[in-house]
């Protein structure tokens, strides 16, 4: 049993308070998943030549300054680090992928968590309330974003079980439920050279769309085969930088709530971490139906 929450606000004033809405239904989310949170934000773009990366240094000491005077002798670029607890995030216009390789060949302590150009993303272990506060995640702004609070049934608590996972650039995908065939779906992707960080069930749905969205697919035609190729049960919830998309299995056993105004879409498990939120109570509430595809847009 997990807790998965999203939220989308319509109105571009309602950015600066992304953050403030979504801490109370994170939180609320704490019985469901209790392990441990994330979320992954999705902020204003940075410039077309940069790219952001997310970085998590777990309980090892990094001197984020000589890393990133390090990344500057070896790689040419402008590249800027902006530390919060043992995340930061790293904006750099060097090519991402030869970065993401100089990491691990330099500072394999450190776990690159998400690439993109508008997201950000943090996870880690604890109660979802402490992680909420050790990021200040109230203070985060932007468009829309993601996020899950866990409760290990199939793998390690750990903060690289935790979720969002991430995939490709700028999608991310959370996941209340379990897959019965992720190791199927693992002997299919990695003869095409895709690579696994966990043994995680969600991180096998999570790379099967990225990889269908590298095939060409939109997101939507991506959760349509996977109709086909995953089984189990599940509500997923996904992000890109323009979507959030919500998606429950053809049984629907896993609950999913959505919340739609004028001002925003929110997504939750259960309504009580929806309570909170300004004019829901003039809300529209429904639950999404099975295997029908939900997808707003900024």
């Known amino acids: 049993m997990c807790g998965i929450v999203g939220l989308l606000v319509k109105r571009p004033a309602l950015r600066a308070q992304l953050g403030a809405l979504m801490v109370p ?27 952001k990366l997310s970085l998590y240094r777990g309980q090892h000491e990094v001197d984020w300054v000589q890393l990133r005077q ?37 500072a394999a302590e450190i776990a690159v968590l998400s690439v993109g150009q508008s997201i950000d993303l943090y996870k880690d272990v604890g109660a979802p309330a402490d992680i909420a506060a050790r990021y200040g995640f109230a203070k985060l702004q932007g468009s829309h974003l993601v996020g899950h609070t866990r409760m290990a049934t199939e793998s390690a608590v750990t903060p690289a079980h935790a ?80 979507e959030l998309l919500i998606v429950r299995d053809a049984f629907a056993c896993k609950p999913a709530i959505v919340a739609e105004t004028d001002d925003y879409v929110a997504i939750a498990s259960e309504f009580r971490s929806l309570a909170h939120l300004p004019g829901i109570s003039q809300a529209t509430l429904f639950e999404p139906k099975p295997e029908e595809i939900y997808s707003w847009r900024i």
């Open 25 to 51: 239904m994170l939180t609320g989310m704490t019985e469901r998943g209790p392990d441990s949170a994330g979320l992954a934000v999705y902020t204003t773009p940075v410039a077309s030549t940069q790219h």
């Open 163 to 242: 979720h969002p996972f991430t995939a490709g650039r700028d999608f991310c995908l959370v996941h209340n439920g379990s897959l019965s065939n992720p190791h199927l779906v693992r002997k299919k992707l990695e003869p095409l050279g895709i690579e696994f960080e966990t043994d995680n069930d969600t991180e096998a749905a999570c790379r099967f769309f990225e990889w269908r969205l590298r095939e060409g697919d939109d997101l939507e035609s991506a959760v349509q085969r996977g109709f086909s190729e995953l089984d189990g049960f599940f509500t997923f919830l996904m992000g890109t930088d323009r």
């Open 70 to 106: 390090a990344l500057s002798d070896d790689m040419h670029g402008e590249h800027l680090i902006a530390t919060n607890g043992n995340h930061a995030v790293l904006t750099t216009n060097a090519d991402p992928d030869a970065v993401t390789a100089w990491l691990a060949a330099h």
